[in-house]
């Protein structure tokens, strides 16, 4: 690390608080964003201090440390991913305000590099110019890829918990499982059906499972020519499946479409295929 670039590091240091506070005032009046000058006292307070985060990141590359660097990169990436993501901040938005980060950022450097007047030569220029923009690339970089990271981990996080209440598993027992089927099943929520519930079996350690038709209103055909495969994939993983509480209209689409059910066990209602097949289950059920 050169003289000039202790200089620089300890100046940057030193101005910390006003670098904030100059990017501060190029906000903007766009209401309903963090960085608005409406966002009021607790947003200001929080920018100040991610954006103090923001300039520690990047000057501390004057140190020559990769290691720091990457540390302190890891941590900004982070901590703002997370919160423009809680605020709804979009991305193009947040590297909007790191351009400007940028453009405050450097202006300090060039009012630095005025101060010290023939000391600082263009390779001291240069050679700033090259690591601080590379440092600001990075950040705009690393952030896009946590804050993909973050929000595909909150997604699945969101579509595990829509499939466990699309298709509750109620367990009876210990390995006896009940799947209630309410409403109506289009093609989307049918191929839910299909790769949620054999895993989800599997999991719980179900080796029975009652497929319950009674509540559902209406049932998309291709939902319905899937119907027998997806019973023989439970019966691969030597799980035993039975149909329940079928209304006509669905049995007339699968007699239509030459659909075979024979193979499988149908009843009338939930209650008699547990009446018939596990009559001491569902005695104790009913006594609880």
Not at 46 to 56: A, K
Not at 78 to 102: D, Q
Not at 166 to 177: A, D, E, R, V, Y
Not at 281 to 287: A, F, G
Request: include cysteine.
């Amino acid at each position: 690390m050169s003289t000039m670039d202790k200089q620089l590091y300890d100046y940057m240091i030193a101005n910390l608080t006003a670098i904030s506070d100059k990017w501060l005032t190029l906000r903007d009046e766009k209401r309903g964003s963090i960085y608005s000058l409406e966002a009021g006292e607790s947003a200001e307070a929080l920018l100040r201090e991610q954006n103090r985060l923001t300039n520690l990141t990047v000057t501390s590359i004057l140190l020559n440390d990769k290691h720091l660097f990457e540390t302190n990169k890891e941590e900004w990436a982070r901590e703002v991913a997370e919160s423009r993501i809680n605020s709804n901040t979009s991305v193009p938005e947040v590297l909007g305000a790191l351009s400007k980060a940028r453009q405050t950022y450097w202006s300090f450097i060039e009012e630095f590099a005025k101060s010290k007047g023939k000391e600082v030569t263009s390779d001291d220029l240069l050679r700033w110019g090259t690591s601080i923009h590379l440092a600001f690339d990075e950040l705009y970089i690393h952030f896009s890829e946590m804050y993909y990271k973050i929000m595909n981990s909150r997604l699945a996080v969101q579509q595990s918990l829509i499939e466990e209440l699309s298709f509750p598993i109620i367990q009876l027992n210990g390995t006896i499982g009940v799947l209630p089927l309410i409403g109506n099943i289009d093609t989307f929520r049918g191929e839910g059906f299909l790769d949620y519930i054999p895993a989800k079996c599997v999991e719980l350690d179900v080796t029975h499972l009652f497929i319950d038709l009674s509540g559902v209103s209406e049932i998309d055909t291709m939902v319905v020519q899937q119907i027998n495969p997806f019973m023989q994939v439970l019966k691969l993983l030597g799980i035993n499946s039975t149909l329940t509480g079928i209304r006509p209209e669905i049995a007339q689409t699968s007699v239509q479409l030459g659909l075979e059910f024979s193979h499988f066990d149908t009843y009338n209602s939930l209650q008699q295929a547990l009446s018939e097949l596990y009559p001491l289950t569902l005695d104790k059920n009913q006594n609880k």
